[in-house]
T-cell receptor
Framework: TQLLEQSPQFLSIQEGENLTVYCNSS?????LQWYRQEPGEGPVLLVT?????EVKKLKRLTFQFGDARKDSSLHITAAQPGDTGLYLC??????????FGTGTRLKVLA | DVKVTQSSRYLVKRTGEKVFLECVQD?????MFWYRQDPGLGLRLIYF???????EKGDIPEGYSVSREKKERFSLILESASTNQTSMYLC????????????FGPGTRLTVL
């Protein structure tokens, strides 16, 4: 069974701090997505990474796909309260299915 | 604006009841999915469908069934609800091409007493 472990599980930081969230697996994925979920809502896609070593930037968010396509990281620079939410990674495992990670719950304090 | 809607935001049922969760998407997507979300476990796939009347088991199909009679509608059925099925249920849809993003509904929080 393919698993995606995210760390840390919880993170509470002050506004303006930087943070990194990790998504790790022993399996290789052909692509990986990051979603953010706010309370009372479904997850919303932030980015898809496809190539090993790929780096994508979305304003203050930087996403990296590991060279071996087994892991990924999300780095947020100068976090803001609006970044608060549950961050989920999801690896494509074939046959239409994505395997979701365990999630990192981020709280940014003003 | 693209949308996935779910029939209820909150639902309370008794053990043994038959429960229907409905999901409708207006994006003409081929693929539809049902997940359950539990703290510390992320999203786990229950069933998915890649076409009308087609369904495939996900990772945790036991105790659930699904129905897709029309392209825009995907229903999740709990044949006989049990307390361990208390959870947040999320429906999603995506285009046929597998790398496309999944669009999620707001979820149904089901409590089984």
């Amino acid at each position: 069974t393919q698993l995606l472990e995210q760390s840390p599980q919880f993170l509470s930081i002050q506004e303006g701090e930087n943070l990194t969230v990790y998504c790790n697996s022993s399996s290789v994925f052909s692509s990986l997505q990051w979603y953010r979920q706010e309370p009372g809502e479904g997850p919303v896609l932030l980015v898809t990474v496809v190539t090993g070593g790929e780096v994508k930037k979305l304003k203050r968010l930087t996403f990296q796909f590991g060279d071996a396509r087994k892991d990924s990281s999300l780095h947020i620079t100068a976090a803001q309260p609006g970044d608060t939410g549950l961050y989920l990674c999801a690896g494509y495992s074939g046959t239409y299915k994505y395997i979701f990670g365990t999630g990192t719950r981020l709280k940014v304090l003003a | 604006d693209v949308k996935v809607t779910q029939s209820s935001r909150y639902l309370v049922k008794r053990t043994g009841e038959k429960v229907f969760l409905e999901c409708v998407q207006d994006m003409d997507h081929e693929n539809m999915f049902w997940y359950r979300q539990d703290p510390g476990l992320g999203l786990r796939l229950i069933y998915f469908s890649y076409d009308v009347k087609m369904k495939e088991k996900g990772d945790i199909p036991e105790g659930y069934s699904v129905s897709r009679e029309k392209k825009e509608r995907f229903s999740l059925i709990l044949e006989s609800a049990s307390t361990n099925q208390t959870s947040m249920y999320l429906c999603a849809s995506s285009l046929f091409r597998t790398l496309n993003e999944q669009f999620f509904g707001p979820g149904t929080r089901l409590t089984v007493l």
